[in-house]
């Protein structure tokens, strides 16, 4: 399945990136697969992501781990602003 994510970051896209770049083994262990991740034009506070996850069920026991939790902290994520929406499967292939 598809999830559209948004987080406020406080720390810069780089930051953000080094920590999920350092994270990249837990995530395949579990099946979350970043497919896209970008801040807004004009507010770079503002992270938008896509993800690809075997369920939203997998994808809030890895928000809700107190070590992940940490690690998204240090690198500047507003974590009560994270807001995840679960997406039908794709009507089209670009």
Do not use: C
């Not at 801040?39 to 997998?58: F, K, Y």
């Not at 809030?60 to 507003?78: C, F, M, Q, W, Y």
Request: no cysteine.
């Amino acid at each position: 399945m598809y999830i559209y994510g948004t987080v406020t970051i406080t720390k810069g896209f780089q930051v953000w990136k080094d920590m999920v770049d350092s994270s990249k083994e837990e995530m395949e262990k579990v099946g979350l697969k970043m497919l896209f991740a970008a801040t807004e034009a004009n507010d770079d506070t503002q992270l938008h992501v896509i993800m690809e996850v075997e369920s939203m069920e997998v994808a809030k026991n890895i928000s809700t781990d107190p070590e992940i939790i940490e690690r998204r902290r240090s690198a500047g994520v507003l974590v009560e602003t994270t807001k995840m929406v679960p997406l039908a499967e794709p009507r089209i292939e670009l």
